[in-house]
Structures are given as C-alpha cells and as structure tokens.
C-alpha cells in the first residue's frame, strides 16, 4: 500500500497496521512521518520501553531478534531504522551524489559526507579513494564514474571538500549496503512480522526496482516524503510544499506572514525541509513579539543563494576571473534560473562598466588606482565628477545618481577593462541572445563560453 503519513495515522487508529512501514525522500519529513506514526502505535509514556531504535550499521543481524522480543508491558512493540542504505542500489548513484551536493551547497557538512560514502560504497569504492579525493588527487575515469561526464568544477571542489571532511572526522564508507543489507529485511519480512509487533524504516534514496521495495509496497505501507518532481534537473522542492510548512510554522507561533515575504522565503530556501525549517526559526527568532513576517524581514535575515550567485557571477566577470564566474553560472543553472535573466543582468554589468569606463577617460585621466579605499574614493574622486573636466557624455551624471559604493566597485573594475574590450563583451552578449534564439546550440554551452569570453583579456586584443 502507498499513501501519505495522514492516511497511515487513520489506518492505525481504524485498527488496520501494517507489519512494515517505510518513509523515503527528504530526510526531515521521513523522520518527522516517522515520529508521526510511532505515536499512534506506541502512546509517547510507554515509547522507552516498546520503541527500540537500531542503527543499520552496527545491530541489524540482530533484527529478527528485536522483532521477536515482545514488549515488556504488553501491547505494540516497534522496531526503527534510520537512514537505511537497503535501497542503494548503482542505478541510485546519481541521487546520492546529488543529494550530497545539494547538502553541502545548504552548508551540512555532516549530512553531505554521509550521502558521499553511501554513494562510494554504491559504486564500490575503497578507503583509499576517500583519501584522495580528499587531497584532490583521483583521476578523471574515477571522477567520471562518481560525478559522470563532464564534470563541473563546482562538483569537484565539492567531492574533494566533502571527502576531506570525512577523511577527517574518522567517517567510514559502509561495508555493507544494498543488497547485502536488503537480504536482512526481505528474509525477516518473508519469515513474517509477529502480529504485534511493527518495522519503521526511513530511507533518503530508494530504488524502487529493488525486491524490497516491491516487497514492502505489497505487505506493508509505503510513504514518499519526497519534496521535488520526479524530473532529474530538479534541485528544488516544490513550491508548495515549502510554502504548505511555512505556513504550518507560522501558524503555529501564532504569528502572520504577508504574501510577498512568503515568496521571498520560498526564493531564498528550497534544497531540504530541515534548511527551511532553520530558516524560518531564524525568521520567528528575529520577529519577537511583532505579529508579522514581512519581505524587509526576509530581507534582513536570510541569505539568498540565487541573488548571492548572480552577484558573484557579475563580482567575478568584472575581476575577470573565468574559474569563480563559471562555478556561479552553474551553481545558478542547478538552481534552475532561466538563461535570459542571466544574460540580462550581465548586459547590465558590462553597461554600467561602459559608464566607467567613459567617465575614468574623460574626467580621471583614464587611471584609478585600484588600491584606493572607499573612503577616500568618496571623498576625493567621486566629486571630480561634478567639476565638469573634460567632455561629459551623461555618464558621470549617471555615476553620481548612483549609491557611491555602487560607482567605487564598477570604477575599480573598469580600470581591468579597455573601452574596446566592454564594446566587444556587449557584442558577444548580443551575439550569445541570437544563437540562443536561433542555433539550437545547449544554452549552458553558449553561456560558458560567453563568460569564458567575458573573462579572458587574451581574448579582446
């Protein structure tokens, strides 16, 4: 049987258990589903003595006891696992690395060398690996057989910071996974469940083709807690469901939230339900006692990845460091920001350095020292702009309506640039939009090398 954690609950309570439950997907909502299910079987005073919770590494050839062994005080005895590797199979590889990348994308460290070292052992790789990955050091085949073909270089700092991690903290690659841990509950199931007692298992990653699970979704009742489509370039949960548990928070606090800051959360959150979840407490914390979450408090608290890489994509086009500029596109691309938008915000960039660029040569002698600290910058440069030295096209007006801080930083990036090289950057943006529109050529291809041209001074001689 397949359902929802609700649908459970009301099987429970109407008298109809199942021997076996499994709840797999977003780590926090299996758990969470779990917990849900636990207090139906067992009332939370009696837990301690009826609940026993097994880690799959260590205890699970004992399974067959625990789930034999009655509960001391009568009633329903229920056996937990968490996090099981059972359903990893090689065909679930791509999920577990990317389920790694995302964690240490949202800073989880722990959670994303967990995921690393189940996909190891998914693609059967040793300790010796581990140690180097850690130090930077497998070859392209082995980075191909864990990341696949062409593997980005944000996906390699990630596998050498992830390993390092690992390496570090003692973390071992399971011995055991998939198959072999698949045996332990298809042999227990096949044996038979006692009619009181139950099996709870969560799982992040499952291979539905997998004898277990066909075996568990034909006796027991299965749970997907998943919070993307089932499409594989979907990085993000669906909006809804992240929308669905901001409410449920906010409701719960008894507090309100206006309509754009629930779209602003939703914007700046969305690899995991626990990243939300900490956003939003970090939210209610800041709130005290005001009734209402609104989009400047949004604003104020949480941090936006997406805007935080198209800044540090444009930060990187203006330094003209081709390596950082890339791993923002793509870190931009696996959040699923359209293209055009990028596209427009660096025809933006490379505009505001024309402005510069212009007003460096007409009003500054065509030299800034790029060392010169804003302060000074505000105090001394800024106001030759308005002396009217030179022949002013509209640019240093433009510059001088600018917040200051704005026009010091396209200032030191225009002294990277000749107005030769920002006439042509603009023009390969112009002739990026029409291949896009018109070549069929991929759209991440194009892009790369547009910012690979943006960057590169040999390029604009």
């Known amino acids: 049987m397949t359902g929802t954690v609700e649908k459970a609950v009301a099987e429970i309570t109407r008298g109809r258990r199942s021997p076996v439950y499994l709840l797999h997907g977003d780590e926090f909502l299996a758990k969470e589903g779990a917990k849900a299910i636990l207090e139906v079987l067992v009332p939370p005073g009696r837990q301690a003595l009826s609940v026993e919770v097994v880690a799959e590494d260590q ?50 460290p722990e959670r994303a060398a967990r995921l690393l070292l189940q996909a190891l052992a998914a693609a059967g790789e040793g300790a010796g690996f581990l140690d180097r990955a850690g130090r930077g050091e497998v070859t392209g085949p082995e980075l191909e057989r864990i990341l696949g073909a062409g593997a980005a270089d944000d996906r390699e700092q990630w596998l050498r910071e992830v390993a390092g991690r690992a390496v570090a903290d003692g973390m071992a690659i399971p011995e055991s996974t998939g198959a072999g841990l698949a045996r332990i509950y298809e042999e227990a199931i096949q044996q038979g469940i006692p009619a009181d007692t139950a099996l709870v298992l969560t799982a992040e990653v499952v291979d539905e083709r997998r004898v277990l699970f066909k075996q568990i979704a034909a006796v027991g009742f299965v749970i997907d807690c998943g919070i993307r ?92 460091d081709a390596g950082r500029a890339l791993r923002a596109f793509r870190s ?130």
Request: glycine content about 6%; overall charge neutral; charged content about 25%.
């Open 332 to 461: 931009l691309m696996a959040q699923r920001e359209p293209v055009p938008p990028i596209l427009g915000v660096l025809a933006g960039e490379l505009r505001g350095l024309i402005i510069a660029r212009s007003a460096l040569e007409s009003h500054l002698g065509g030299t800034l020292d790029p060392s010169v600290p804003f302060p000074v910058f505000q105090s001394r440069v800024l106001p030759l702009l308005g002396k009217g030295a030179g022949v002013d096209d509209g640019s240093a007006a433009k510059l001088l309506a600018m917040k200051p801080y704005r026009a010091f930083n396209l200032f030191k990036a225009a002294t990277r640039f000749s107005m030769a090289d920002l006439v042509r950057g603009l023009e390969a943006i112009h002739e990026t939009d029409l291949a896009l529109k018109t070549s069929g050529h991929p759209e991440a291809l194009l892009m790369e090398e547009l910012v690979i041209t943006l960057c590169a001074a040999d390029l604009f001689p």
């Open 59 to 108: 205890d699970l050839a004992s399974l067959r006891v625990r789930l034999r062994t009655v509960s001391l005080f009568g009633g329903t005895k229920v056996v937990v696992v968490h996090d099981s590797k059972a359903f990893v199979s090689k065909e679930s590889l791509d999920s577990l690395v990317k389920r790694s990348f995302e964690a240490w994308q949202a800073e989880n």
């Open 229 to 320: 489509s089932k499409r594989p370039w979907d990085t993000q949960m669906e909006p809804e469901a992240a929308r669905a548990k901001i409410r449920e928070m906010v409701a719960a606090a008894g507090k309100r939230i206006a309509g754009d800051a629930l779209a602003a959360i939703v914007e700046r959150t969305g690899f995991s339900m626990r990243a939300l979840e900490s956003a939003m407490e970090k939210l209610l914390l800041y709130l005290g006692m005001r009734p209402e979450i609104t989009a400047a408090d949004v604003t104020e608290v949480l941090t936006t990845s997406r805007e935080a890489n198209v800044f540090d994509l444009t930060n990187a086009v203006s330094a003209r």
